[in-house]
């Protein structure tokens, strides 16, 4: 293969973008063919072809819950992958509410074939004054581990805090260290490199964003900048359009190939949007220019390229799709085909189940370079292995133990093979499964 067409200026940017960004894990997301296949030809990052790439017909996920994780009994809020240490493997936080006032994190720290959390100083528990409503990780202070970002119940300094890793999977408030005042009615944030400089600002959103004035009422986010040092500047007004509300995510990713992030809004009962980024960091509303005109309950959104042109597609689930913007007869999945420069149209499939859905997960998971798809419904999961160009083979039952619903799914590198593992919180009890993707 002739690779210099590759070796343009912006690509290689991107390239050291996506590294960098990434370097706890290699290659955690499917970020196009070209981005793929430059990775492959200069030997940067694990190598694919060992191990599930040298097998991805037997590809499957193998419940490990009882020999990996201790016994929990507790209904989780949720999990999330980390790098808590300095030691390889993906560890894992789970955080519940605390009986009484506040919440509790725990984190467990990977031990190999011994499995995580398990044996002497293998996990470690901490109790917070506050209680968390949602939490992010990100190397927020570059000493390569994983700090945390919670969104907790509104309080005179905001309602996200900032706890910093110690190295060695301890979370800690600095003194020094004050956020911009976070508005009341935010519920997740993203951390990213939303003006690419190099170091890592935070986007909040939520279903409605109650601001201190009537202007940050119409924004229906919060952004704050990194200008170095970790120090942070809310630059909302400058940098974030007036959006309706009813924001329930976010889908961030280069959409319109500028090499700089754009975001997509999920909307729980609207028109969905779609935010370009102009380089610095300020966002524009295209939506009536790049996205078609569909009002429905959308849950979620995730982003790959399906078709395999170098662009990044979306797929959105949905609970329910209005009549005169259905494909077919119950249809609440559909993807969105990225025809350049961020530009998109519907693209409907039969392949999906008309059953309300509540989460999508794209991932390589068999190293073959093509973006498969794990999605939640109110029925249990469903498992599509991408064969290429919009094409997909349904193999929940060949591939993914038969498990009852979950309400979400974190990854992460447990073994560290370069392939993502995976964490699933069930719906009923919100108990955690833990699975370990390898070769039958």
């Known amino acids: 293969m002739d690779v210099k067409i590759f070796y343009s200026a912006r690509l290689l940017a991107r390239v050291w973008r996506f590294l960098f960004h990434n370097r706890g894990t290699c290659l955690q997301r499917f970020r196009g063919v070209f981005l793929v296949i430059l990775l492959f030809n200069i030997g940067i990052g ?5 191990g599930i790439a040298n097998h991805p017909r037997h590809q499957l996920y193998q419940d490990v819950t009882e020999s990996y994780l201790p016994p929990i009994k507790v ?5 999330i992958f980390v790098r808590g240490d300095r030691k390889p493997g993906s560890d894992l936080i789970l955080f519940v509410s605390a009986e009484g006032k506040g919440a509790k994190i725990k984190i467990l720290f990977n031990r190999g074939t011994s499995g995580i959390g398990r044996g002497k100083g293998a996990s470690k528990a901490q109790h917070l004054a506050e209680n968390i409503r949602f939490l992010a990780k990100g190397d927020i202070s570059g000493n390569g581990v994983d700090d945390l970002v919670l969104i907790v119940s509104p309080q005179k300094k905001g309602s996200a805090k900032v706890l910093f890793n110690n190295g060695k999977g301890y979370f800690y408030s600095r003194s020094e260290f004050e956020l911009p005042f976070v508005s009341k009615g935010v519920e997740r944030v993203d951390l990213i490199d939303l003006d690419q400089d190099g170091d890592t600002d935070f986007l909040f959103t939520g279903r409605k964003i109650l601001g201190e004035n009537e202007k940050l009422k119409r924004r229906q986010g919060q952004v704050l ?16 359009p007036n959006l309706p509300s009813g924001v329930i995510g976010t889908s961030i990713a280069d959409y319109n190939q500028d090499g700089f992030p754009d975001v ?6 609207a028109q969905n949007r779609l935010l370009i980024n102009n380089g610095v960091g300020k966002f524009i509303d295209k939506t009536d220019y790049l996205l ?7 849950t979620h959104a995730d982003w790959a390229d399906f078709d395999l042109d170098g662009d990044n597609d979306l797929i959105v689930t949905n609970k329910v799709i209005r009549k005169p913007y259905q494909s077919y007869s119950g249809e609440t999945i559909y993807f969105l085909e990225n025809i350049g420069s961020g530009r998109f149209v ?58 009852s619903p979950m309400r979400e799914m974190r990854f992460g590198d447990i073994n560290g093979d370069g392939f993502l593992d995976l964490i699933g919180i069930t719906a009923k009890n919100n108990y955690p499964k833990l699975w370990l993707n390898r070769v039958k």
Request: charged share 25%; proline share 6%.
């Open 292 to 298: 078609p005109r569909m009002i429905d309950q959308s």
């Open 264 to 269: 997509f809004l999920v909307y729980d009962n």
């Open 75 to 79: 209904s989780l809020q949720g999990a």
């Open 346 to 403: 519907k693209k409907p499939s039969k392949i999906f189940p008309t059953l309300p859905a509540f989460r999508v997960y794209l991932l390589d998971a068999n190293g073959t370079g093509i973006p498969d798809v794990i999605i939640l419904n109110e029925k249990g999961l469903l498992y599509l292995v991408g064969k290429g160009e919009w094409d997909f083979s349904v193999e929940t039952k060949k591939r993914f133990p038969q498990t």
């Open 46 to 50: 694990c190598s694919q072809k060992r």
């Open 225 to 240: 900048i990194n200008n170095g040092g970790e120090q942070f500047i809310d630059e909302t007004f400058l940098l974030w």
